[in-house]
């Protein structure tokens, strides 16, 4: 058992108003864990700041008792990042969810970290802008949640991660100093780039209490989804080829069928296709590519490199087909899923997949294996479904060995073990199947540097 921490609270209260230090059981427990509840976290208190100040008064008094912090946002990480393990102290940016400073010259707007994906996404389309960073959990993930890990989601092939999204960023470190990096400037050659190792380090440096978004213009117009199936695995790359030097897709997504039959088992939705197939894939385009995607499809349909395919004909249609693939986390959930967030590059991914399946089936053949994913960028996502008569303890351990087998295969292709879910707690262990000991001895020593009492999220990523 893990030793709690017991807070004292009454100094702590001294600058803040009553609503925003909770210690009801029900809340410790929602903001002591993240989406996958795969870890028991609970806090010893919710703190909720609503400004600078309060985050630098919060910071300071948790150093003068040492008193660990742990950064919560919309709790939809899925590798126990957000996770109070030991009672700490959580800071929830839910009161911290304004946008402001619009610049329609430079379309970059303010925003708290507590501002909802989806809420920036709107705000963006109402001035003609468009916030490109979307991914099934933007109804409720956090702009702050996003930029500590660097969210992905369905349009990195064409916009990046939310590292490109980001020209500023005010930050409170580990020692309650505030600092305002980047400051919107898109050249600046005066020597390290600090901004840039905030985004990504999962609240273990800084808390961010501010970002300058850079939004995009014009927004596309009224995207199409194609939906397509596949026979055969190694086609899926050659396809993405086939249609990325010709128009630019604005996503392109793989699913295994498995994966389909746990959506469809989980909803009334009717598959659009005659036939059921290994692989589909999910692809949006802009509407001005549209004749040019169908020639594509065509060509690729004659040449067998897909099997059939549907176009959505308006935005509710669209809509439906994206369903297919964005519910399959959700339709997951009930199996408790261990969950594996990798990327390889593009070109090694068929091998590399075949080799993984191949791994898993020999090792773990009582085990139902999902696959989905961003597979224009590399990224794919392998949940492991928990067996309904094997018990959850024995389970993760034998998916822990699995971890070990499948990471020596992400060792061996030079790929990551996290593209976009982050590290946490779920991938502490492995970390060093992507990095060298230098890089880890490294990021110990920027912990520090930022850091020094290491208060800040404690134990994830690495321990000290
Ligand atoms: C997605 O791409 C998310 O849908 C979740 O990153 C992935 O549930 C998962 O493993
Ligand atoms: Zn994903």
Request: charged fraction near 25%.
């Given at each position: 058992m893990s030793k709690r921490t017991v807070l004292n609270l009454k100094e702590l209260k001294f600058h803040l108003t009553p609503d925003q230090v909770v210690t009801d059981s029900d809340l410790l427990t929602l903001y002591g864990q993240d989406w996958l509840k795969q870890w028991n976290g609970k806090a010893g208190a919710v703190v909720f700041p609503k400004s600078t100040e309060d985050v630098v008064h919060i910071v300071n008094w948790a150093k003068s008792h040492k008193i660990s912090l742990i950064p919560s946002g919309g709790r939809t990480g899925l590798s126990g990042g957000a996770t109070a393990l030991k009672g700490e102290l959580v800071v929830s940016f839910d009161k911290m969810n304004h946008l402001s400073d619009f610049n329609p010259v430079e379309q970059t707007v303010l925003v708290e970290p507590g501002v909802v994906t989806q809420t920036l996404q709107e705000f963006a389309l109402e001035r003609d802008c468009f916030f490109p960073v979307s991914f099934a959990a933007e109804g409720s993930?956090?702009?702050?949640?996003?930029?500590?890990?660097?969210?992905?989601?369905?349009?990195?092939?064409?916009?990046g991660t939310m590292r490109q999204s980001v020209l500023g960023l005010e930050v409170v470190t580990g020692e309650g100093k505030v600092l305002n990096l980047g400051r919107g400037l898109i050249k600046n050659a005066t020597g390290y780039n600090l901004m840039n190792l905030f985004i990504g380090s999962e609240g273990t440096l800084g808390f961010i209490t501010k970002a300058l978004i850079k939004l995009l213009s014009p927004p596309p117009k009224d995207p199409l989804v194609f939906l397509f199936s596949v026979e055969n695995k190694s086609h899926i790359p050659k396809l993405y080829q086939h249609f990325k030097t010709q128009i630019a897709p604005m996503a392109f997504e793989m699913f295994t069928d498995k994966a389909?039959?746990?959506?469809?088992?989980?909803?009334?939705?009717?598959?659009?296709?005659?036939?059921?197939?290994?692989?589909y894939i999910l692809m949006e385009i802009e509407e001005s590519d549209k004749e040019k995607a169908f020639d594509l499809f065509e060509k690729a349909l004659n040449d067998n490199l897909l099997q059939d395919g549907t176009l959505s004909q308006n935005q509710t249609q669209a809509r439906e087909l994206w369903k297919f693939r964005e519910n399959i986390t959700e339709s997951l959930s009930e199996h408790q899923p261990y969950k594996n967030d990798i990327c390889v590059r593009?070109?090694?991914?068929?091998?590399?997949?075949?080799?993984?399946?191949?791994?898993?089936?020999?090792?773990?053949?009582?085990?139902?294996?999902?696959?989905?994913?961003?597979?224009?960028?590399?990224?794919?996502?392998?949940?492991?479904?928990?067996?309904?008569?094997?018990?959850?303890?024995?389970?993760?351990?034998?998916?822990?060995?699995?971890?070990?087998?499948?990471?020596?295969?992400v060792k061996k292709y030079q790929g990551t073990i996290s593209a976009e879910h982050g590290i946490g707690l779920l991938k502490k262990p492995y970390l060093n199947y992507t990095r060298s000991e230098e890089e880890i001895e490294l990021m110990k020593k920027i912990k520090r540097v930022f850091d020094p009492d290491g208060i800040l999220n404690p134990g994830k990523i690495f321990d000290l």
């Amino acid at each position: 058992m893990s030793k709690r921490t017991v807070l004292n609270l009454k100094e702590l209260k001294f600058h803040l108003t009553p609503d925003q230090v909770v210690t009801d059981s029900d809340l410790l427990t929602l903001y002591g864990q993240d989406w996958l509840k795969q870890w028991n976290g609970k806090a010893g208190a919710v703190v909720f700041p609503k400004s600078t100040e309060d985050v630098v008064h919060i910071v300071n008094w948790a150093k003068s008792h040492k008193i660990s912090l742990i950064p919560s946002g919309g709790r939809t990480g899925l590798s126990g990042g957000a996770t109070a393990l030991k009672g700490e102290l959580v800071v929830s940016f839910d009161k911290m969810n304004h946008l402001s400073d619009f610049n329609p010259v430079e379309q970059t707007v303010l925003v708290e970290p507590g501002v909802v994906t989806q809420t920036l996404q709107e705000f963006a389309l109402e001035r003609d802008c468009f916030f490109p960073v979307s991914f099934a959990a933007e109804g409720s993930s956090q702009i702050g949640g996003n930029i500590a890990t660097n969210a992905g989601g369905v349009h990195v092939i064409r916009y990046g991660t939310m590292r490109q999204s980001v020209l500023g960023l005010e930050v409170v470190t580990g020692e309650g100093k505030v600092l305002n990096l980047g400051r919107g400037l898109i050249k600046n050659a005066t020597g390290y780039n600090l901004m840039n190792l905030f985004i990504g380090s999962e609240g273990t440096l800084g808390f961010i209490t501010k970002a300058l978004i850079k939004l995009l213009s014009p927004p596309p117009k009224d995207p199409l989804v194609f939906l397509f199936s596949v026979e055969n695995k190694s086609h899926i790359p050659k396809l993405y080829q086939h249609f990325k030097t010709q128009i630019a897709p604005m996503a392109f997504e793989m699913f295994t069928d498995k994966a389909l039959n746990h959506v469809m088992e989980s909803s009334d939705a009717v598959f659009p296709l005659e036939n059921r197939s290994p692989f589909y894939i999910l692809m949006e385009i802009e509407e001005s590519d549209k004749e040019k995607a169908f020639d594509l499809f065509e060509k690729a349909l004659n040449d067998n490199l897909l099997q059939d395919g549907t176009l959505s004909q308006n935005q509710t249609q669209a809509r439906e087909l994206w369903k297919f693939r964005e519910n399959i986390t959700e339709s997951l959930s009930e199996h408790q899923p261990y969950k594996n967030d990798i990327c390889v590059r593009t070109s090694v991914m068929v091998e590399f997949l075949d080799e993984v399946e191949e791994c898993l089936k020999k090792q773990y053949p009582e085990f139902e294996v999902i696959w989905f994913g961003h597979i224009g960028d590399g990224n794919l996502h392998i949940n492991i479904l928990k067996p309904k008569n094997l018990e959850k303890d024995s389970f993760l351990k034998q998916c822990e060995k699995a971890s070990a087998i499948l990471f020596s295969l992400v060792k061996k292709y030079q790929g990551t073990i996290s593209a976009e879910h982050g590290i946490g707690l779920l991938k502490k262990p492995y970390l060093n199947y992507t990095r060298s000991e230098e890089e880890i001895e490294l990021m110990k020593k920027i912990k520090r540097v930022f850091d020094p009492d290491g208060i800040l999220n404690p134990g994830k990523i690495f321990d000290l």
